[in-house]
């Protein structure tokens, strides 16, 4: 896919805007990912989509788990603020995996029992390592420069597909999406203005292009639920208006409690 080599080698060489435009990413990202755990909390359903969750935690472990490889193996200042940039990442992903843990099963699962759930749920998680282990070993991308493309694409595609399937914007914010947008447009423009060959094939670009047309299309949708303008009809999670994002406050509805 690309020579390692010359990834450093052109980190060194263009340091400043490089760090500067993967620091604005990270920011984008942790501000998203904090909108989504508050959003998760106050309303009581899961926000970034289960799919998401399993693939970013995947991606986010392997590098956490690599410390060695960062540190000793490349040791390269880039790879080890980026280990640090995606442990925070990692840590945020616990959080919505116990999120899921405690307010899924109603949506999920609803006659099972909370132990069924959590073991369900965990066994997800440790598939789609397993799976993205094999495909990270398949692609040969050793720095997890190209990865993130996968992870920031699967997000529109699976958030308006739980969209539809609620016909709600429960739990979903604009600001998260719009992050993840603005996430796009830095990362790609990074890599594809340093990275190399890779980084400027038409597939790359496009797959960038595409992601970040439904990733504004999807803040789009989710403002326009959130503010009542647009319905996609009677909520597939309570009997009142997409629209009005009050499921947790229908009538004999009861808020979903997290464990102590």
Not at 59 to 69: I, S
Not at 91 to 113: C, D, H, K, S, T
Not at 157 to 178: E, F, K, N, P
Not at 185 to 203: D, E, H, K, N
Request: with cysteine; net charge positive.
């Amino acid at each position: 896919m690309y020579d390692p080599q010359t990834i450093l080698s052109a980190i060194d060489q263009h340091g400043v805007p490089i760090l500067t435009g993967f620091g604005l990413a990270m920011v984008l990202q942790n501000i998203a990912m904090v909108t989504a755990v508050v959003m998760t909390h106050r309303e009581g359903w899961i926000s970034i989509p289960l799919p998401c969750t399993y693939l970013w935690f995947a991606h986010d472990l392997g590098v956490v788990v690599r410390f060695d490889t960062w540190f000793h193996t490349y040791d390269h200042w880039f790879l080890k603020l980026f280990w640090v940039g995606l442990l925070t990442a990692f840590l945020l992903e616990l959080v919505f995996l116990y999120q899921a843990a405690a307010v899924g099963r109603r949506e999920y699962l609803p006659n099972g029992r909370t132990a069924t759930w959590t073991a369900l749920l965990a066994g997800g998680a440790i598939a789609v390592v397993v799976l993205w282990e094999y495909l990270k070993q398949m692609w040969g991308d050793p720095l997890y420069q190209a990865a993130p493309a996968v992870t920031l694409f699967a997000l529109p595609v699976a958030a308006t597909a739980l969209i539809l399937r609620r016909r709600s914007a429960v739990a979903q914010h604009a600001l998260i999406y719009g992050c993840f947008a603005g996430m796009v447009v830095l990362w790609w423009s990074i890599t594809a203005t340093f990275y190399g060959p890779f980084f400027v094939s038409w597939q790359y670009l496009t797959a960038g292009g595409v992601a970040f047309v439904m990733l504004v299309g999807v803040t789009v949708l989710v403002a326009r639920l959130r503010r009542g303008t647009t319905s996609l009809g009677p909520a597939g999670i309570s009997e009142h208006p997409a629209s009005k994002i009050d499921a947790m406050t229908a009538r004999g509805a009861m808020p979903a409690r997290f464990p102590v």
